[in-house]
C-alpha cells in the first residue's frame, strides 16, 4: 500500500476509535494551528475571559509562554499544572491577571478535552533547517496541543529506520518548539509493524534503543519476526476466544485453521482469507492454496468490522441488555 493511502487508512481508524479528523486545518500551515487553538482557549475559557475572547496581543503573550518550554518535560510539566489541569499566566490588556486552562489532565474522552486528528502541516519557518518547507505525516491534538506525532512508511526496515532519523532531523530543525513543543509521543507505523518512543530532550539524544515495538515476555522487538511471516496457523483442538488468531487479521495474514467452533465463528462467507482443515492432507491442501500470490485476503476487513475493540465492547453491551430485558 502506497504511504499515502496508508496514512489515510491510519486517520480512518483513528476515526473509527473516537478521533476527530480535522479538513480544514489539514494540509495546510502551521499558523493555521495556532489559529485553531486559539479558538479552543477562548471557547475552553469563556468564563475567566468574561465572554471578550483574547485579543492579538493577548494571544501573542500566551504563544510567548511556550518558549519556556526548552524540552518535552519542561511541556509535561506546563500540560501536568496543578490539580491535573495545566495553565498560563496571562495579563490582560485591561491589566487583569488569570490563568488560562490549555490541558485537563483528569479527564478521558470527555469534559473540555477535544481528541483530533491533522495531517500534512507543513512548517515554512523552521529556525535551524536549510529546506524552506517541511511538511510533517500525522499529529494527534488533544484541546488542539500537538501531543503526538506519526510517520508512515512501507514494510522495509532500513526506510522505517529512516523515518527515526527523519525525527531527529525535525529536531534538529527545531519543529517542536512553541506550539510543538507539547509533542511527548513520536511514532513509526507501517501496515504490519509500530514503534514508538518518547521525544528526546534534544536531536542529539535519539537513540534507537528506546524505540519500542512488539515485544515478547523477555522485553525482546519481535516486529521483525512478525513481518516476515507469510500465514497464520493453528490446530487447537479447542480454544476459548482464540485471540492469537483475531491478531492475525488483524495483520491481514490469511489463516489456516482446525475445524472447531471457536475457530468457525471468525469466519466471514462474503470474506476470503480463511481455511479450515480436519486432517493432515486437507491441512497441506489449504496451506497451499491460501499462500499463492493470487489468492485474494481479506481477514483485516473481517476484523475491523467484527473484532475491533469498539466492536465487541458494543456486541457484549447488546448481549447484557437483551439478558435484562429477557429476566424483566
Not at 88 to 101: A, C, F, I, M, S
Not at 159 to 169: G, T
Not at 278 to 305: A, G, H, P, Q
Request: net charge negative; hydrophobic share 35%; proline share 2%.
Amino acid at each position: 500500500m502506497a504511504e499515502d493511502k496508508f496514512e489515510q487508512a491510519v486517520i480512518d481508524k483513528l476515526k473509527s476509535e473516537g478521533w476527530e479528523y480535522l479538513t480544514d486545518y489539514s494540509g495546510v500551515t502551521v499558523d493555521r494551528l495556532y489559529d485553531h487553538w486559539r479558538d479552543i482557549l477562548n471557547a475552553n475559557n469563556c468564563k475567566r475571559l468574561e465572554d471578550t475572547p483574547l485579543s492579538d496581543n493577548e494571544f501573542k503573550q500566551v504563544k510567548l509562554e511556550l518558549t519556556k518550554n526548552k524540552t518535552s518535560y519542561d511541556a509535561q510539566l506546563m500540560l501536568a499544572g496543578a490539580g491535573g489541569v495545566g495553565t498560563v499566566p496571562l495579563n490582560r490588556d485591561d491589566g487583569t491577571q488569570l490563568e488560562l486552562e490549555i490541558f485537563y489532565g483528569d479527564e478521558v474522552a470527555g469534559g473540555h478535552s477535544r481528541y483530533e486528528v491533522v495531517n500534512q502541516i507543513t512548517f515554512t519557518d523552521l529556525a535551524m533547517s536549510l529546506s524552506s518547507k517541511r511538511r510533517i505525516g500525522i499529529m494527534l491534538l488533544i484541546n488542539g496541543l500537538p501531543v503526538a506525532h506519526i510517520e508512515e512508511k512501507d514494510e522495509s526496515l532500513q526506510n522505517q529506520w529512516n523515518a527515526f532519523e527523519q525525527f531527529q532531523k525535525y529536531d534538529g530543525d527545531g519543529m517542536y518548539t512553541g506550539l510543538f513543543s507539547f509533542v511527548q509521543v513520536q511514532f513509526v507505523l507501517s501496515q504490519n509493524s509500530a514503534h514508538y518512543f518518547a521525544r528526546p530532550k534534544n536531536s542529539d539524544s535519539y537513540n534507537r534503543d528506546f524505540a519500542f515495538g512488539w515485544r515478547n515476555d523477555a522485553g525482546k522487538d519481535v516486529t521483525p519476526f512478525l513481518v516476515e511471516q507469510k500465514v497464520f496457523v493453528s490446530a487447537s483442538e479447542s480454544e476459548g476466544l482464540p485471540m492469537a488468531a483475531i491478531e492475525a487479521m488483524q495483520r491481514n495474514l490469511p489463516l489456516v485453521l482446525s475445524d472447531i467452533p471457536q475457530h468457525k465463528e471468525l469466519a466471514d462467507n462474503k470474506r476470503s482469507g480463511i481455511l479450515f482443515f480436519n486432517d493432515k492432507t486437507e491441512f497441506f491442501e489449504n496451506l497451499e492454496f491460501i499462500t499463492r500470490d493470487t489468492y485474494e485476503v481479506e481477514t483485516s476487513t473481517i476484523y475491523n468490522e467484527r473484532f475491533t475493540q469498539i466492536t465487541m465492547v458494543d456486541g457484549y453491551y447488546a448481549e447484557y441488555v437483551q439478558l435484562l430485558k429477557e429476566e424483566d
